[in-house]
């Protein structure tokens, strides 16, 4: 298996030619204003290892696009983007659940992606990428929403007046209401996980009997309690009950029944020698509870379902200020946070061991005193959310400038403190005031954003888009094949027709020669193409043949064209690649390849010496004018390099000049051949990886039988073909200087993984993306 290494030219930090590093540096932002500054630019040099792109790499070139260096945000570490403050706009495009495969499966249908954007990486699978962008803490259960399609906007509540997406308007309404209107229904104990009469794992559980009726004058009480790992797991070792005044009517320490296993001290406060003299049992707090309680008391906590199941106790009427502060996507707010945000009080402070449960049941019970009080409009009013996301960014700021380098002892660097989450990116979008616009079908996304506007099809999205991303800074489009052509099954045959097709292409016939002809003399003649997988005397036939199966596309093309019809081991041979009805359009497929706006200024160099180091490969090219980058494929196993290589030039009249210069080039007594690279750099990686897994040869016939395609494939290439002219249309309605993604974001389950390929650029004035 083949693996890369990208080698700079040495000289400057990046390892430019000085041509690049001089133009870059007039990029950059000199004295005088020109045209030249409004004018964004995307650089990538995306070849073998280096094209392969994690979910956090693309987090980070997008966060950099939207927000730029004036909030902070990074230049991506893997890509360069020129004059950021002239974008127009982001757009991602997500092609939901299509991976790599269906890029190269359909390569002839995607005319205008293949056209379009230059650059293109390898990318980690995502099970969905607009919620991984949503942030991390996101809950992903299902929510209840209309059946059909949606076109989900994210409006940032920056304003009062225009509160309709805000979760709690949405769930609550905008009128004030007492307070049984916040109490949790039967239904919602159930999902989220209270402990409920009847229930199988309640068994053994007391009731509080509070069984009267509630009003909106019944009683409220807050509770909280600590917890301690014992035998058993969670055992209450610590409760707090407080009345509507926040007067303290109970705060006991509880000796749990097993072997205490871990006390939790940081945040529970509870130590062993605290409980050393404790008598009180959970049964004796079970009979205190329940005198103390009126019969129509409503409790209130934080998250209350945990400290009713560690009490093992049963109550109908509750209020959860984790779901009463109500989020999208199951997210919930910390109670620390709400008691700062809403009551204006540090609560859980540092300075203190572990939580005091008193103070924990006062905040709840006081933040579901100021919702009831103040109505859902006030507490929506709030902007909770941005209040959060503007705390978060606060703290990564502290944290940066706390973590610059002062000594750096060893000791200093075993006391750093670890890194805290990152905001939610959309969330670093809304503080600064931009609208994020999402659009897809409902069940796709789940980002759990404010909902609007019904969609049935994906030339529904695209009007919508049309009318909606011009007024988005930054936008998410997602577009689907339907669920009938996203089946694992069809994956797994959408991977077998790619792997096949591939390896029809890396495979060619070569004969016919004598009958004791010499295998060794054949080889080392079409090992100066390239790397060879494979090779094999074919003896069905009536004079022998070989079937030589290569590692690389270039390879086997060049054998091709350069040894078709030349006398090889004494015979005049005839080069081939096998005829079968796949293959049948090979030709368009090599132009279409060579064509490719990737393949700009790539070539391809074989019948280099294995003993040619990396340092003699860069000192021997530094000659030829704006070379970029000279990439190195390597074997994984010992290390060594396949006796080719890639280099990439800054102008593709450059890489013209170099063709023509290289063939016939002699190195250390070695011919070189070269020819215009057919295969990106991401798919690199692929091809080797199929060889290192099939270790299949090529098929050892000449002809099969040529089998129409089925009504399904045929239907399949039409809605590809059609997925193209949406995406066509959605680019050209850009304006210029607007950042395009478009992701197969790949498929990540427990049938198997499938690589996402991105493919990025910057639209000009031409309608192409900036290279």
């Not at 991984?132 to 209309?146: C, D, F, I, V």
């Not at 304003?159 to 109490?183: M, N």
């Not at 946070?337 to 609560?347: D, Q």
Request: aromatic share 6%; charged share 25%.
């Amino acid at each position: 298996m083949a693996k890369g290494l990208c080698l700079k030219r040495p000289g400057g930090a990046a390892g430019r030619p000085r041509a690049a590093r001089k133009r870059r540096k007039a990029d950059g932002g000199g004295a005088g204003p020109g045209p030249e500054e409004k004018s964004c630019r995307l650089s990538a040099a995306l070849l073998g290892e280096d094209s392969e792109i994690s979910q956090d790499q693309l987090y980070e070139l997008l966060k950099y696009a939207a927000l730029g260096k004036c909030h902070n945000a990074a230049q991506p570490s893997w890509c360069h983007i020129y004059h950021q403050s002239h974008l127009a706009g982001v757009v991602v495009v997500v092609l939901h659940e299509m991976s790599q495969l269906h890029f190269y499966r359909f390569y002839l249908q995607f005319k205008h992606l293949r056209k379009v954007f230059r650059h293109r990486f390898t990318l980690a699978p995502s099970t969905n990428f607009p919620v991984s962008l949503y942030g991390e803490e996101a809950n992903l259960k299902p929510q209840n929403t209309p059946q059909g399609v949606t076109c989900i906007s994210c409006e940032c509540i920056s304003k009062s007046s225009d509160l309709q997406c805000d979760p709690i308007i949405q769930r609550y309404g905008e009128k004030k209401q007492g307070l049984t209107s916040y109490t949790l229904t039967l239904k919602e104990q159930k999902e989220n996980d209270y402990p409920i009469e009847g229930s199988p794992k309640c068994q053994g559980y007391i009731s509080t009997e509070c069984d009267q009726q509630r009003t909106d004058s019944s009683p409220l009480f807050g509770l909280d309690c600590e917890m301690c790992l014992t035998a058993k797991g969670n055992e209450v070792t610590r409760v707090s009950l407080v009345d509507a005044q926040g007067q303290c009517l109970l705060n006991e320490l509880v000796k749990p029944e097993s072997t205490v296993l871990n006390y939790r001290t940081r945040f529970s406060g509870i130590t062993r020698k605290m409980l050393l003299p404790v008598k009180t049992r959970l049964s004796d707090i079970q009979t205190r509870l329940k005198k103390i309680l009126p019969h129509d008391a409503v409790l209130v906590g934080h998250s209350l379902n945990s400290d009713l199941q560690a009490l093992e106790m049963i109550h109908p009427s509750v209020i959860d200020t984790s779901l009463l502060f109500a989020r999208n996507e199951g997210r919930r707010f910390k109670l620390k946070f709400l008691a700062k945000a809403v009551l204006g009080r540090e609560i859980q402070c540092e300075q203190k061991l572990g939580h005091d449960p008193t103070e924990d049941a006062r905040a709840a019970l006081e933040l579901a005193q100021f919702f009831i009080e103040q109505g859902p409009t006030k507490v929506a009013e709030l902007n909770l959310e941005m209040l959060l996301t503007a705390e978060k960014l606060a703290e990564v700021s502290q944290n940066k400038a706390a973590l610059q380098p002062q000594g750096c002892g060893f000791q200093e660097q075993l006391n750093e403190p670890p890194p805290l989450s990152k905001p939610c990116f959309l969330d670093c979008l809304q503080v600064t005031g931009q609208k994020p616009l999402l659009l897809g079908r409902q069940g796709l996304d789940s980002s759990g954003l404010c909902q609007s506007n019904l969609s049935t099809s994906n030339k529904q999205i695209l009007q919508r888009a049309l009318e909606d991303v011009p007024l988005s800074k930054f936008s998410i489009i997602q577009f689907s094949l339907g669920p009938e052509y996203l089946a694992s099954h069809l994956h797994a045959g959408l991977y077998e027709k790619v792997r096949s097709k591939l390896t029809d292409m890396l495979t060619i016939y070569a004969g016919p020669f004598e009958e004791n002809f010499c295998v060794k003399s054949v080889k080392k003649e079409f090992g100066r193409c390239g790397p060879i997988q494979s090779l094999t005397v074919v003896t069905e036939t009536f004079q022998p043949y070989v079937c030589i199966q290569y590692e690389v596309l270039e390879a086997a093309q060049l054998a091709v064209e350069s040894l078709n019809g030349a006398e090889v081991a004494g015979s005049c041979i005839k080069v081939q690649r096998p005829v079968t009805a796949a293959m049948l359009d090979c030709n368009v497929l090599i132009k279409e390849l060579e064509l490719d706006v990737e393949n700009e200024g790539v070539i391809y160099v074989a019948g280099l010496k294995k003993s040619l180091t990396e340092i003699d490969l860069q000192e021997e090219f530094s000659q030829l004018k704006d070379l970029e980058t000279l990439f190195l494929p390597k074997d994984l196993q010992s290390g060594k390099h396949r006796n080719c290589c890639f280099l990439k030039f800054q102008k593709t009249q450059s890489a013209v000049d170099a063709l023509e210069a290289i063939n016939g080039w002699t190195m250390k007594g070695s011919e070189l051949r070269s020819r215009n690279a057919l295969a990106p750099g991401h798919l690199w990686r692929w091809i080797s990886q199929m060889n290192h897994n099939n270790g299949k040869q090529g098929k050892h016939i000449f002809y099969e039988k040529m089998e129409q395609l089925s009504d399904s494939e045929q239907d399949l290439r039409k809605k590809v073909k059609k997925l193209d002219h949406h995406i066509k249309k959605l680019y050209g309605s850009l304006q210029s200087n607007t950042l395009c993604v478009v992701l197969f974001p790949g498929v990540n389950s427990t049938q198997g993984s499938q690589s996402g390929l991105g493919l990025m650029g910057i639209k000009d004035d031409e309608g192409r993306s900036a290279c």
